[in-house]
């Protein structure tokens, strides 16, 4: 079956760093797009980043656009966010995720699998 582990989260101060990470298993996808979203308490799920199966093409939500770079490993399935620069408005649970159907890079329906989330705190 398939599974995405996310790791990496924690509590940082503004302006420090993570990186998370995504582990996929049970299948192999390095023919898919995969993505990152976050959601923090009480609003809705948000698009972060996005990157191709090859990795030449991503995109970024405006609010991350540099501060936060999205980059993976096929050969390793797994995917990466690097997040420099962080604000408290950041906090939230940050999901990995792989796109199996047709849609709107940014929309969540577009995406077939999804990992448990890690979560992300950023004092002030």
């Known amino acids: 079956q398939v599974q995405l582990a996310e790791s990496g989260g924690g509590l940082v101060q503004a302006g420090g760093s993570l990186k998370l990470s995504c582990a996929a298993s049970?299948?192999?996808?390095?023919?898919?797009?995969m993505g990152w979203f976050r959601q923090a308490p009480g609003k809705e799920r948000d698009f972060v980043a996005t990157i191709s199966s090859s990795g030449e093409n991503i995109y970024y939500a405006d609010f991350v656009k540099g501060r936060f770079t999205i980059s993976r490993d096929n050969a390793k399935n797994t995917v990466y966010l690097q997040m420099d620069s962080l604000k408290p408005e950041d906090t939230a649970v940050y999901y990995c995720?792989?796109?199996?159907?047709?849609?709107?890079?940014?929309?969540?329906?577009?995406?077939?699998?999804w990992g448990q989330g890690t979560q992300v705190t950023v004092s002030s």
């Open positions: 995720a792989v796109r199996t159907r047709a849609g709107a890079l940014g929309f969540a329906g577009a995406y077939g699998y």
């Open positions: 049970g299948r192999t996808f390095g023919g898919n797009a």
